[in-house]
C-alpha cells in the first residue's frame, strides 16, 4: 500500500517522513503524523498546509470496513507521533492502536454523540469543520510556537469555507421538489446528511434486511419500500452495481442512477469538499432538482487553496 507522505512543521522542526531539517543548528528528527482515512488526510493536509507529514493508510476508494493492517502500515504507526482515527469503529482493526500508540479518535471528539454511533459525520459539513477544530488542536500541542498562527489562521479558512458549503448544500437540495426529496442506498451511510438537510433516508439492507442472502420475503419488502418512497431512481456506492442493488432494481422498477455516491471517504484523486459537492449535484440531479454544480466546484477550488 502506497503511503502518501508531505511535511509538517513539529517541535520546532520540520517533518519529513524519515528526514530531518538541516540549518544552522543541530538536525532535528522528524516526527511524521498518520491519517486513518482519505477524509482524515484531507483535513490534516489542509489544517496543517504544505508543510505536512502525513501517512494515509486507507487509500481513496477503498472501504474503511475493510481495512486491514499491513507491514509498512505497522512501521508507519510505530514511527508516528500521533495517529488521527475516525473512531466509531469505522475501521475495526485499527481499533487497539491506542494500546501502542497516541490516538486521537477524531469523530468521536467532534461530534461525541452521533446517533447510533453512526461514524460517517463528515457527510455534514459542520461536522467536518468540528474534526478539523480537533485536528488542529493535536497539531498545535506538538507544533513550535512560529507553526501554532498558521494553524489557526488556516483552521479559520476551513471553517469559512465548509460553513460556506453547508449553505450551498441546503440551496441545492430545496430544488428538489418535497415529495423526491428522499436517498435510498443498500447501506447505512448518510444518515448525518439526512439530517441536516431534512432528506428522507432509506438504506435499504439495514432497514428490510438481517444480513447474508437477501431473502425472497425481504427483496419484496425492499421493492415496495423504494417503491412507496418517491425515489426516482436507487443509488450504487461503486461503479460497479452490486447484484443485490441489480435485484431491488428490477423487482422495484426503479433505475440505478448512472453516477455513484462516495461514501466511506473520498473520490480517488478529490479532496473531501469536490466528493461532497459531486455526491449532493448526484442526488439532487437525479431527483428532479437543479444543482449549481459551478458554484460548488468554486467552494472546491477554495478549499484547494487553502
Known sequence: ??????SLLLGGGLVAAGLAVMGAGPAVAAQPVVAANGILCDLVRTVAGPTV???CLVPDGADPHDYRLTARDRAAIQSASVVFLNGYRLSPALERLGRLKRTVKVAEVAVPSSPGRDPHVWHNPLHAAAMAKVVSRQLKSGAAPSAQGSIDARVA??????????????????????????????HDALSSLARRYQIRYVPLMRSFASGGPLRPSSLREISQAAQA?????????????????????KTSGLPVY???????GVAKGKSYVATFVSNVCTFVNAQGGRCDRSSGDRIASRWKAI
Open 1 to 6: 500500500m502506497a503511503l502518501v507522505r508531505c
Open 53 to 55: 507529514a502525513v501517512a
Open 229 to 249: 418512497s418517491g425515489t426516482k431512481v436507487l443509488f450504487s456506492e461503486s461503479k460497479a452495481t452490486s447484484k443485490t442493488l441489480r435485484r431491488i432494481s
Open 258 to 264: 448512472g453516477q455513484p455516491v462516495v461514501v466511506d
Open 157 to 186: 479558512r476551513v471553517d469559512s469555507v465548509l460553513t460556506q458549503l453547508d449553505r450551498w448544500a441546503a440551496a441545492q437540495f430545496a430544488t428538489v421538489p418535497k415529495a423526491h426529496r428522499v436517498v435510498l442506498t443498500e
